[in-house]
T-cell receptor, first 113, second 116 residues
Framework: AAGVIQSPRHLIKEKRETATLKCYPI?????VYWYQQGPGQDPQFLIS???????DKGSIPDRFSAQQFSDYHSELNMSSLELGDSALYFC????????????FGPGTRLTVT | AQSVAQPEDQVNVAEGNPLTVKCTYS??????LFWYVQYPNRGLQFLLK??????LVKGSYGFEAEFNKSQTSFHLKKPSALVSDSALYFC??????????????FGQGTTLQVKP
């Protein structure tokens, strides 16, 4: 079965650089979520989209922005990167009105040096 | 506030023995509860959920969980542990305050170590 695809899987950036993370949800899933998992921590919700509109916002820094496109893929744009942004970034998808569980991608490991 | 707690950082069990990973929740209204497993450098894999219905929920890889409303618990169980079950386990609750799209709020995670 098709899963959530995230790219790139690994990314190394320097402080103050920008990064773009991409997420391709499971086909026919209309809702996308972004989570950040720091070392040894639980995933923290950043932002979500339903039908290309932002549906909820969590503890996402103003330096970050995201959007969902017409093909339902989503991109998380991160600017002025800081050392503390180093983390695993997960995308998850679900189909609204479906069975509620979210399916997670393999994550993008971002390292800021 | 919606939250889940996993009181144990680590659970150790011998292969073949039953295992339990504990989770308690605090929600307003009816909880939507989930268990996920995370292997090193991998994404979170969905194991099972409780939305409504039978208190005993069966999921993937032989795992099950028991929803207990009076104790506000949703413990993950497996009758016979395998070494390959060793991983990080997260309990999560769907945040009903975030509307229909319902973000997940995770517990701190419990590392399960199954020894041969």
């Amino acid at each position: 079965a098709a899963g959530v695809i995230q790219s790139p899987r690994h990314l190394i950036k320097e402080k103050r650089e920008t990064a773009t993370l991409k997420c391709y949800p499971i086909p026919r899933h209309d809702t996308v979520y972004w989570y950040q998992q720091g070392p040894g921590q639980d995933p923290q919700f950043l932002i979500s989209f339903y039908e290309k509109m932002q549906s909820d916002k969590g503890s996402i820094p103003d330096r970050f922005s995201a959007q969902q496109f017409s093909d339902y893929h989503s991109e998380l744009n991160m600017s002025s990167l800081e050392l503390g942004d180093s983390a695993l970034y997960f995308c998850a998808s679900t189909r609204l009105g479906g069975s509620f569980e979210q399916y997670f991608g393999p994550g993008t490991r971002l390292t800021v040096t | 506030a919606q939250s889940v707690a996993q009181p144990e950082d680590q659970v150790n069990v011998a292969e073949g023995n039953p295992l339990t990973v504990k989770c308690t929740y605090s929600v307003s209204g009816n909880p939507y509860l989930f268990w996920y497993v995370q292997y090193p450098n991998r994404g979170l894999q969905f194991l099972l959920k409780y939305i409504t219905g039978d208190n005993l929920v069966k999921g993937s890889y032989g795992f099950e969980a028991e929803f207990n409303k009076s104790q506000t618990s949703f413990h993950l169980k497996k009758p016979s542990a395998l070494v390959s079950d060793s991983a990080l386990y997260f309990c999560a609750v769907r945040d009903i305050r975030s509307g229909n799209t319902g973000k997940l709020i995770f517990g701190q995670g419990t590392t399960l170590q199954v020894k041969p």
